[in-house]
């Protein structure tokens, strides 16, 4: 260890404007919800410990969009993520936010409106709605007819609000009472933050920055180094480390797993983990990004992911897991790895001799396992450009918002004069790793891309990999869905191709 | 117009408010029972260790491991139990098992000083297993006749006679699944030992009263030696009925050996795998009809799952029983059914208590023979609907048959429904991947307990010197809203704004024997008894006033904090004239009670009335199915519902859309997966999280849903004319399943008649409409199912429906 421990006393976390130790208490495991209601801040609650139900949601101040704001108030499932780790940041809870005689703009449209009814998923409901209200993007779309505005039936127009209110900001939050609907118009009721507001004045100076944090307790300890060579270091020397970023998967192994780290490595807010570059013959992701910071950062430069993102989990999760964390637990249903298979990214890993750099192609060894050494950790991806012109991403689950795939399906492909030129296909939850559909790329490249040519590639494609029946879905259904995808795909893009004389119901989806 | 739903003008009930918690829920100040431990001393935390066999003997439990755990304070086990070692009311539920009888049986518990040390101790505490078979199916209980409680019937007429009349028979399956509460707040129960030895337990719970009972069995005391407190729930949905019983026990058990608080709050897994759920259902049929579709008899055996122990489930499947006609008249009928017992969690109430499950059998009906019979499936269903005289098969008469007729005659009008089935034809037409479908269905829910005895209610209400009023009553609140119509109710009835009124949480040892808050009834029971709580206390004010207005009392009138008299210009405000009619010595608190008149139901034959009234709804819904992943979507809800006059409009609009989508959840949704293999794991819950069961989430919420209340709908035999609404409306959902099924049909030539299974995930719709699209069995050219039930339809296998749609068989006629 080359750390000098910090005195624990030290740690803090500003709460709701005020700063509060972390206290004797903590161990490197206690979670930000088991802190906070620990403190008598009981508004957030456990409701799934999993990051599912969104009950434990709370506001964290962090840095903000490139070209907006200086902090940017970002909604973070408590449940999930070690107190130790927020060292130093600064957290805004249901009840900071307003009280029963000043509520908050988003409190009293939900109280009005009948958005609470038993209130126990209510304030993790504030905290998310607080956070897209605050959101420096959020434009409103002033002078939009309603009805209009209804009957557009473009997928990516649908789920937001002409407040500019997206309604994925709440889609990891979950109701058993209202049926949503009075949540929904709280949403799309909301104005834009007074001038005078402290959260949104709040936005015009920079977050906190990172601490150098050491919590020891418990036989355990939590590390937050400050650069990548302290953390490689860190690495080299304990090979059973386990790292953390957004702690949305750590986070499950504490809580429902039981699992006790002795040494959890807090990676997410090293500089050097943190670039996002769009180069001429690359792009350049840095895996210490949030996925919402990616999201927000491509602006839709990369389609696949565009596509990818809405399906990833929800608003909540994304806004704390990284890249680098959905590549590094190498899960063969991670949403991410089929996409980036189908993209042809490859990793750079950071190891105490300098970084390599893998495809992502041969990087998944096994079940859950990756030619990731202990002594490194993935430091950015990398995607090649130019982009195949034809991008697709099917996720097949049972709900929309927040579910984990079934089987996922990423294609990309280049079509020229109606022949398949290149075709590249990563799937997921359909092997012990996501796996690359070499077979059916070779069967589509050449082949012209017409209904008995897709047909063709769509039943070898159904005979990829080796899917099994579980909870999530029989194995028979996700070999369907395998060949069903490309016909959809190529349904699309038909459909596509004649939406000029099509206008009238805008063309299947 | 009875006294007890008359209603004065400008009463405060029927005004929209907002939940009177609204402020405490958005602010995140609203405590429940897991939030007071923070605010308590020395406070001892419960786990529990959970057996990993379904079914099993446990030979030896060694606590002594535990107590080397650092912070570990006491393990629980039988032996500590100074009463009945029973968390039930019918002793078939072991609080400490000595035999393992579900997959995460809680077979001890640990207390320490924190939830990580009581962790830690369950696992060092070391338990001897000898396995033994289990029954986890339904199928499997069936075919190993294994059933518990009684076998009941309802029936009318002859149903073979009927049967042989018709010109149409069919018969065939269905098989619906379970579903899991889901109540956002897991349960909970913190207990404390007061100063004399007495108990005083807040507990997650809709039943107080019982919840009093079992902890007092438990502990071998009196009921008076015992409190029990519910704040609020964080949802309870049913599942909070009988379930809480057990863990506030525990809780009070612990307190009293350690002399310390005990607070027991079950994770979201431990409640997932230990607490009780819907009942699956299984049910064979035979219906016949005539040449106009007119049902003419049925004849059904519905099983439904109970799990470990009887719980609910005897009242649960009464209730299905008196509602598998739904709004449908059937001369002839013969309904049996029975409880299977599996080795499972104790399956208990769920918004609908069976209601749902009888329900579905014949929506399920009506929607596959409707194209067999050449109907459309929204003409079948209204070409059935009751008339006013008719009779349930258990033999109440119909009265207000005409409130569904214009329910849907409204819905129809208003959602166009003419209009937009050509543009579905017309969609559907033109493209090849995606179908829409609208569908129609109604509601009639009969409002009451079944058995006669719990539909009674006290309240007790104080007005104080200075004019504010507190109000305590027996039922509890869930979210449903109930205290804040219980507000309005006082505020009527006293005549004072609703301002002048508070209420106090519910505690048994303010109100004393209530009923579960359940079966829809809160409002209507405890409203009848905070209404005649109310109008004693009006009664003796009215005296005083009279004195002072100088007119008789029956002329003295109370409205919104002002008192008058007919024929005089004076008039005394509310604080006033209680201030005065204190020191006339006028007693200024009341007891109130009610009971349901007119209410007869005799168990043992099945036959009576015993419904106060029935509820009603009908819901349109139009759906999207697409062709190539079975995913769907729910474009639009029309519902027009029957709440009587509503006593709060923003409550009751709340409960018919969260009804609706909590409905919708169960059946095209939520997920329920045992382990039915033979391997180490068998009978293990595989959907015991948040990340594997799916509930309802933004993305299933209807894009357009229009909920109109009906109007003209005065009940005369519920408070202020109102009616029931908490569960009726989940069944509104139907129109989901039954619009998903349509959509599937569409996939396939004309007059396809398709098998759906339930819930009808995108899977179960794929499976669905690939049979619709191959034309699979459309002749019904197969043989007729027999004998002994068939092999349980297999949801993991996607062979079930083409074979189970060949259960549907045209018998005659063809």
């Not at chain 1, 109701?175 to 834009?192: E, F, H, Q, S, V």
């Not at chain 1, 090293?270 to 950062?297: K, M």
């Not at chain 2, 507990?203 to 409190?227: D, F, K, W």
């Amino acid at each position: 260890m080359t750390l000098q421990p910090v005195a624990q006393g030290e740690a803090s976390l500003t709460v709701n404007g005020s700063p509060v130790p972390l206290g004797a208490s903590i161990t490197p495991h206690t979670t930000t919800l088991d802190w906070l209601r620990d403190r008598g801040l009981t508004g957030s609650k456990e409701g799934c410990a999993e990051g599912e139900c969104g009950a434990c949601a709370v506001m964290v101040a962090r840095p903000g969009s490139p070209g907006t704001t200086a902090t940017e108030w970002v909604s973070l499932n408590s449940c999930l993520v070690p107190v130790a780790a927020l060292d130093g940041q600064e957290v805004v809870t249901s009840e900071g936010l307003g009280t029963p005689d000043r509520l908050h703009p988003v409190q009293q449209e939900l109280a009005d409106r009948g958005g609470s009814q038993c209130g126990y998923c209510t304030p993790g409901f504030v905290c998310s709605m607080a956070a897209e209200f605050y959101r420096a993007g959020r434009t409103p779309t002033h002078g939009e007819d309603a009805e209009e505005a209804a009957a557009r039936d473009l997928e990516p127009e649908r789920d937001h609000g002409s407040n500019g209110f997206d309604l994925h900001a709440l889609s990891g939050n979950l109701c058993r009472c209202t049926g949503y609907r009075p949540i929904r118009d709280a949403a799309y009721a909301l104005g834009l933050p007074e001038d005078s507001d402290p959260f949104a004045e709040r936005r015009q100076s920079a977050p906190a920055p990172p601490m150098r944090t050491h919590v020891v307790a418990d036989g355990a300890e939590l590390v937050r180094p400050l650069d990548l060579a302290e953390a490689v270091q860190l690495l080299a020397a304990h090979p059973d480390a386990v790292l953390l970023a957004g702690s949305t998967d750590v986070g499950v192994d504490l809580n429902l797993k039981g699992l006790r780290p002795t040494l959890l490595v807090a990676v997410d807010r090293l500089p050097e983990l943190r670039d996002l570059h769009v180069g001429a013959d690359e792009v350049r992701i840095g895996a210490g990004l949030t996925l919402t910071e990616v999201e927000r950062g491509l602006g839709g430069r990369v389609p696949m992911l565009a596509q990818l993102f809405p399906l990833f989990a929800s608003r909540l999760i994304r806004n704390g897991a990284t890249l680098g964390g959905n590549l590094g637990t190498a899960s063969p249903i991670g949403d991410c790895a089929p996409a980036l298979l189908a993209l042809e990214a490859s990793l750079v890993l950071a190891g105490p001799e300098g970084d390599r750099v893998v495809p992502l192609a041969d990087y998944f060894t096994g079940y859950r396992v990756s030619l990731r050494r202990p002594d490194e950790l993935i430091r950015e991806i990398h995607i090649p450009l130019p982009l195949a012109p034809i991008a697709a991403f099917h996720k097949v689950a049972k709900r929309r918002f927040d579910d984990i795939s079934g089987v996922a399906v990423a294609v990309a492909l280049e079509v020229v004069e109606g022949t398949v030129t290149r075709a590249r296909i990563g799937l997921g939850g359909v092997a012990t790793t996501p796996i690359r559909a070499l077979r059916t790329e070779a069967a589509l490249e050449g082949t012209r891309w017409d209904r008995e040519g897709v047909h063709t590639a769509a039943a070898v494609l159904a005979q990829e990999g080796t899917p099994l029946t579980d909870h999530r879905a029989t194995a028979d259904y996700r070999r369907a869905m395998l060949g069903q995808s490309l016909l959809k795909l190529y349904a699309e893009q038909t459909a596509a191709g004649s939406a000029a004389q099509d206008d009238e119901q805008g063309g299947e989806r | 117009m009875s006294q007890l739903s008359e209603r004065p003008d400008s009463a405060v009930v029927g005004q929209t408010v907002r939940h009177e918690s609204a402020a405490l829920h958005v602010t995140g100040r609203a405590l429940y029972t897991d939030d007071l431990h923070p605010r308590t001393k020395d406070v001892l935390h419960a786990w529990p260790v959970q057996a990993p066999h379904a079914h099993a003997r446990v030979t030896d439990l060694r606590a002594q491991p535990a107590y080397a755990v650092p912070g570990v304070v006491r393990v629980l086990t039988a032996q500590d139990v100074p009463g009945l070692n029973d968390a039930g009311t019918k002793h078939d539920e072991p609080l400490f098992p000595s035999e393992v009888c579900f997959h995460g049986h809680a077979v001890c518990w640990v207390l320490a000083e924190t939830l990580e040390a009581a962790r830690r101790g369950a696992l060092a505490v070391e338990v001897d297993y000898e396995p033994l078979p289990s029954v986890i199916t339904l199928v499997e209980a069936i075919e190993a006749g294994s059933f518990q409680g009684a076998q009941p019937t309802v029936a009318r007429g002859d149903a073979r006679v009927g049967l042989e009349r018709s010109s149409h028979v069919f018969h065939g399956e269905v098989e619906m699944a379970g579903q899991e509460h889901f109540y956002l707040e897991t349960q909970a129960a913190l207990a404390v030992v007061e100063d004399d030895g007495r108990l005083f337990v807040q507990s997650s719970t809709q039943h107080p009263s019982e919840t009093q009972e079992i902890v007092a069995q438990v502990l071998g005391v009196h009921n008076h030696e015992v409190t029990v407190q519910c704040l609020r729930m964080g949802g309870g949905f049913g599942g909070k009925e009988m379930q809480p019983h057990g863990y506030a026990a525990i809780a009070a058990l612990g307190a009293r050996l350690t002399g310390r608080p005990v607070r027991l709050r079950l994770n979201r897994t431990q409640d997932l795998t230990m607490s009780g759920k819907r009942h699956g259902f299984h049910a064979r049929w035979r219906v016949g009809f005539d040449d106009d579709g007119h049902l003419q008899a049925l004849e059904a055996t519905l099983t439904s799952d109970g799990g470990w122990s009887l719980d609910l489930s005897e009242p649960v499947l009464a209730r299905a029983l008196c509602h598998v006609d739904n709004n449908y008249f059937i001369p002839d009928i013969r309904v049996t059914g029975r409880v299977a017992r599996t080795h499972k969690t104790s399956q208990t109430a769920f918004r609908g208590f069976g209601g749902p499950q009888g329900m579905l059998v014949i929506e399920d009906i009506l929607g596959r023979c409707a194209p067999l019979l050449g109907i459309e499936a929204h003409e079948l269903r209204r070409r059935n609907f009751y008339e006013d005289g008719q009779s349930t098969p258990y033999g109440q008469v119909i009265t207000q048959a005409e409130r569904l007729h214009r329910a849907w005659d409204q819905v129809a009008a208003d959602a166009d429904l003419d209009g937009r089935r050509s543009a579905i034809s017309q969609f559907n037409a033109t493209h090849e991947h995606v179908k829409r479908a609208v569908a129609m269905t109604p509601v009639k829910f009969g409002i009451s307990f079944n058995l006669t005895a719990f539909n009674q209610a006290g309240a007790l209400v104080h007005v104080y010197k200075d004019g504010s009023v507190l109000v305590n009553h027996g039922g509890t609140e869930m979210g449903q809203g109930l205290h804040t119509k219980m507000l309005q109710v006082a505020a009527t009835a006293l005549g004072v704004p609703l301002a002048n009124v508070r209420l106090a949480p519910t505690r048994t040892d303010k109100v004393p024997n209530t009923s579960a808050t359940a079966a829809s009834s809160g409002a209507d029971l405890n409203g009848g008894a905070v209404k005649d709580a109310c109008e004693q206390i009006r009664g003796r004010l009215a005296l005083v006033a009279a004195q002072r207005l100088g007119v008789p009392a029956p002329d003295v009138r109370f409205l919104d904090g002002v008192v008058t008299g007919l024929g005089t210009d004076e008039s005394l405000a509310w604080a006033d004239l209680v201030h005065s009619a204190y020191f006339a010595r006028t007693q200024l608190f009341s007891a109130g009670y009610y009971r349901t008149e007119g209410l007869h139901w005799d168990s043992t034959v099945m036959r009576g009335s015993p419904f106060k009234y029935f509820a009603h709804g009908v819901a349109a819904t139009e759906v999207e199915v697409d062709g190539f992943t079975g995913a769907h979507r729910t474009l639009r809800v029309d519902i027009v519902h029957d709440v009587g006059d509503s006593l709060s409009p923003l409550v009751d609009i709340g409960q018919i859309e969260g009804a609706f989508v909590q409905g919708a959840g169960w059946l095209t949704l939520e997920d329920l997966r045992w382990d039915t293999s033979d391997g180490e794991h068998r009978g293990r819950l595989a959907t015991a999280s948040a990340s594997t069961y799916k509930l309802p989430s933004f993305s299933e919420m209807p894009e357009v849903l229009n909920v109109s209340l009906l109007a003209r709908a005065h009940e005369e035999g519920a408070v202020y004319g109102s009616k029931a609404v908490g569960e009726p409306p989940l069944m509104l959902a139907f129109a989901v399943r039954e619009a998903l099924r349509q959509a599937c049909a569409a996939f396939g030539p004309q007059g396809t008649s398709v098998d759906l299974a339930s819930p009808a995930t995108p899977e179960a719709v794929f499976w669905a409409l690939e049979g619709a699209r191959s034309g699979h069995d459309r002749d019904g050219d197969v043989e007729p199912c027999e004998g002994p039930t068939p092999p349980e339809a297999d949801q993991a296998s996607p062979q079930r429906l083409p074979e189970s749609e060949a259960a549907l068989h045209h018998l005659s006629g063809a």
